[in-house]
């Protein structure tokens, strides 16, 4: 069953941030302060990076239960997820992607890596065995520690880098594997940050998937760890994003 919700002009919208792999939601701590010292209401979510379906499910049952318009912001992998999610969730009024995947119908993230080698994301990866719920065998990928700084974090000092080593979260190899069912940013306007120094994602691709989406786009020189690197540069195009989308008044369907 399909229901409408609207926002009036002048509705501000929630900002909710979303991790990639190798991360948590503390990555996005100086992007947070940011958007809050200017009275921006934001949430960044724990991305459970489980699989593609999973994820986004989990993203769209937290967006709908929030009471007003939200902009999706992903980093990473988390671009997928919100690109999915953002076609499930009735109140999503905008996407922001901060050097991550854009993903169109059919397409997956290595699909996206496969179009565009150079990235060192691949030989870096260790993987694991973890057992699921129903006690089958499963693999999931870390960066290998003596790789993270390089491919992830170049340009953050090394004691925070050391720090974001050992807290890593792994993600599920499938995820990688899973391909998205929709392409959000087909009807919802988008922006992106590209990374000019990003070792994970090849800026070339970056570059791809933001015009693929008509996205509105910044370039920063920085690491895939920009949110934590470059957090004034990321949260100033989040609020351009948040003052686009507070200004126009939104009728989106939803479930």
Known sequence: MTAERSFKNGSTPTVVL????????????????????????????????????????????????????VLLVGHSYGGAVITWAGAEAGNVVGLVYVTAFALDAG????????????????????????????????????????????????????????????????IAAAAFEDSSPDASWKTL???????????????????????????????????HAIALSQPAAVAGHIRTAATATQAVKHTHPSA
């Not at 991790?19 to 724990?46: N, Y």
């Not at 565009?116 to 999931?140: K, Q």
């Open 107 to 170: 397409e997956s993230v290595l699909d996206v890596t496969g179009r565009f080698p150079g990235s060192l994301l691949g030989p870096a990866l260790r993987p694991s065995v973890f057992r699921t719920g129903d006690g089958e065998e499963a693999v999931e990928l870390y960066l290998r520690d003596d790789q993270f700084p390089t491919v992830f974090a170049a340009d953050l000092p090394k004691r925070l880098t050391s720090v974001a080593v050992a807290a890593q979260r792994p």
């Open 18 to 69: 979303v991790h990639g792999a190798f991360a948590d939601a503390s990555s996005w701590s100086g992007v947070i302060a940011e958007l809050q010292a200017f009275g921006i209401p934001v949430t960044a979510v724990a991305n459970p990076l489980r699989g593609l379906a999973t994820d986004a499910a989990y993203l769209a049952g937290v967006v709908a239960a929030i009471d007003g318009p």
């Open 189 to 223: 306007p988008s922006w992106y940050v590209v990374a000019t120094a990003d070792q994970a994602i090849h800026p070339d691709a970056q570059r791809f998937m933001a015009k693929r989406a008509g996205a509105d786009t910044i370039e920063v020189d920085a690491s």
